[in-house]
């Protein structure tokens, strides 16, 4: 008989894949699911990064990197973060195969069993689970609507201890699409100083603010650098998820462990992949502000369509591309709402519990999708609350 280590035992999976693995059942037997489960963007990747992807490979870079990244991406990085958030240098940048390394290899250099870590609930689910791989106490802090869902400052002055090894951010938030306003980012700096605790700031969706807004960066305040993990990626901003190409941030004696994580877990990243990396730094920061109005349209149009449906309500968020309604006036459990408005009304979202116990009352709706999609959801949501789901 197999028996697993203790390590997986809970481990759990994203909830958007087992959404769209269902919502694609539904479409094989004939029915017409609207997609607004999968975060992810429905652009093409920009033409001049295919272009350099193409060319890297027929200049023959297929072979291995170093782990840490190559050095025209490490540098094109620290320059990039240099000009938008904060001093950095390449020897401070790792580069791994998405964002998703960024996570799980500095939470493993830095946590050790029984250290407690703090995380964003509702947050992206790989926060809870890297914790507990890596065998820390996952301490959940929980975003409040009433304050545009950054943190709720007392319960991380109450949780944060001696025991406290970490403190997971993440603004633009997935799920909920809110901002940590900079005077909270100094309320946490403060704390974490008092306490000793090290912050990871993951700020991938930091390209998709609206209203002419920026998301102030963790990165920023100069005093915390070298307690700060800064975690990003090309997949949100650049339309790259399938490439696999993000990068972390951090002090360069963590950052030599981090690069010793990858080399043993995956080598290193595609060669070509970071060669299209640095096209996207260069070349296409103008293409991922022209993006941010499309998708400022679309935020109106959901927000607008959810506000109008009987018993939900939806704060506007000021990034990232979800939305993140309040459903809890119409009295129905979110994941058992989620899983109706899927089998009954076609429409494919995500509860807010698959994002954590305070995701209750909330449903997740990307809206990387055409303004049509959106449209068509709202009409299907209403007619199926219309129908007496109440
Ligand atoms: C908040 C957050 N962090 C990290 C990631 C992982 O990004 P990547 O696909 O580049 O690994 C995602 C992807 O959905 C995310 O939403």
């Not at 490490?74 to 240099?82: G, V, Y």
């Not at 119409?330 to 709402?337: H, N, R």
Request: hydrophobic residues 40%.
């Amino acid at each position: 008989m197999t028996s697993f280590a203790d390590r997986v035992a809970n481990i759990q999976p994203e909830g958007a894949y087992e959404v769209l693995a269902r919502a694609q059942e539904l479409e094989r037997q004939g029915r017409s699911i609207i997609h607004l489960e999968i975060g992810q963007p429905d652009f093409q990747t920009f033409a001049p990064i295919c272009e350099a992807g193409k060319r890297a490979i027929d200049e023959g870079h297929t072979r291995y990197t170093p782990s840490a990244g190559t050095h025209a991406l490490r540098e094109a990085i620290a320059q990039h973060i240099s000009a938008t958030k904060g001093p950095c240098s390449p020897a401070e940048v790792v580069v791994g195969p998405g964002a998703k390394p960024g996570l799980l290899f500095p939470i493993l250099a830095l946590v050790n069993p029984g250290d407690e870590v703090l995380y964003p609930d509702p947050g992206f689910p790989s926060y809870r689970a890297d914790i507990e791989l890596a065998g820390g106490v996952p301490v959940a802090a929980p975003l409040l609507e009433s304050r545009s869902f950054s943190f709720d400052l007392d319960f991380l002055r109450d949780h944060m201890s001696d025991r406290t090894k970490l403190l997971i951010l993440n603004s633009p938030s997935n799920p909920t699409g809110g901002t940590i306003p900079r005077e909270d980012l100094q309320a946490i700096a403060q704390l974490a100083i008092e306490r000793d605790v090290w912050v990871m700031t993951d700020e991938i969706y930091g390209d998709l603010v609206y209203d002419d807004q920026d998301a102030p960066s963790f990165w920023s305040l100069p005093e915390m650098r070298h307690r700060t993990i800064l975690v990003d990626g090309f997949s949100k901003s650049f339309a790259m998820t399938g490439w696999r190409l993000g990068y972390a941030a951090m002090p360069p004696a963590l950052a030599e462990k981090v690069a010793l994580l990858t080399m043993h877990a995956v080598g290193c990243t595609a060669g070509f992949t970071q060669q299209a990396g640095v096209s996207a730094l260069q070349q296409c920061r103008a293409a991922v502000q022209a993006q941010r109005s499309v998708y400022q349209e679309r935020r109106d149009r959901i927000v607008d369509g959810l506000e109008s449906l009987p018993g939900v309500s939806c704060i506007k968020p000021s990034g990232a591309f979800y939305a993140f309604p309040n459903v809890s006036q119409l009295g129905i459990p979110s994941s058992e709402l989620a899983r109706r408005l899927l089998s009954e009304a076609g429409v494919a979202c995500l509860s807010g519990t698959d994002f954590g116990a305070y995701g209750e009352g909330y449903l997740r709706f990307s809206y990387a999708a055409s303004l049509q999609a959106i449209d068509q959801a709202i009409e299907r949501i209403g007619s199926f609350l219309a129908a007496g789901s109440r």
